[in-house]
């Protein structure tokens, strides 16, 4: 049997008289295309581009949570240091289970258990602190206050920050979600969720 024979005129024409399809066909072909093209610039970045990078996209991203207090990676160190903070990881599972900051629990348990930690500063974050930016200016609103982690683990990392396995041992692992943050200094091993991982 002869294979079919392919036109590719055809398939524009058809597409033509279908706006929306083709809208969307070129969407998507530019959405398979983005990591592609950011993970190369991340890549190319040094250590002193990659913490200009991530700091920069963390004042873009407050600007959705602009009545939340931030710390600095260095002060929340030394305020963890001297045991005045509670981290809490508003990151999905799957994340936690590759890294967390030393000490912090998860926004669940903290949210059942806050009376835990009602001597220590709740210091939120997430792989660049806008998911953490945004649970932090939500629990304001219930009156429990906390602040968030400017440039998240990104940044702790960056400044030189450990983090630790699920186990509580020194890892250089962190998960970073996805290309366009894989901003971790190259010494580290990034992990990431795949495109169908983030869809579904």
């Given at each position: 049997m002869k294979a079919p024979y392919f036109n590719p005129s055809k398939l524009l024409g058809a597409l033509k008289t279908n706006r929306s399809t083709l809208m969307m066909f070129a969407a998507l072909a530019a959405l398979l295309m983005l990591p592609f093209q950011v993970q190369g610039s991340a890549r190319a970045l040094d250590d002193a581009g990659k913490k200009d990078a991530v700091y920069r996209m963390y004042a873009d991203y407050k600007k959705a949570f602009p009545a939340v207090r931030d710390i600095s990676p260095r002060d929340a160190r030394t305020a963890f240091d001297e045991g005045r903070v509670i981290f809490v990881d508003t990151r999905q599972p799957e994340e936690m289970s590759v890294s967390m900051l030393p000490g912090a629990v998860s926004s669940d348990?903290?949210?059942?258990?806050?009376?835990?930690?009602?001597?220590?500063?709740?210091?939120?974050?997430?792989?660049?602190?806008?998911?953490?930016?945004?649970?932090?200016?939500?629990?304001?609103?219930?009156?429990?206050?906390?602040?968030?982690?400017?440039?998240?683990?990104?940044?702790?990392?960056?400044?030189?920050?450990?983090?630790?396995?699920?186990?509580?041992?020194?890892?250089?692992?962190?998960?970073?979600?996805?290309?366009?943050?894989?901003?971790?200094?190259?010494?580290?091993?990034?992990?990431?969720?795949?495109?169908?991982?983030k869809v579904f």
């Open positions: 348990e903290y949210l059942r258990h806050s009376e835990r930690y009602a001597d220590k500063t709740a210091v939120a974050y997430c792989t660049i602190s806008y998911r953490s930016g945004l649970f932090a200016r939500d629990q304001a609103e219930q009156g429990l206050a906390m602040v968030n982690l400017k440039g998240g683990i990104l940044a702790w990392i960056l400044e030189g920050g450990p983090v630790v396995d699920a186990a509580g041992n020194p890892t250089r692992s962190v998960h970073v979600y996805g290309d366009k943050w894989d901003l971790a200094t190259d010494s580290w091993e990034s992990v990431k969720f795949s495109l169908w991982e």
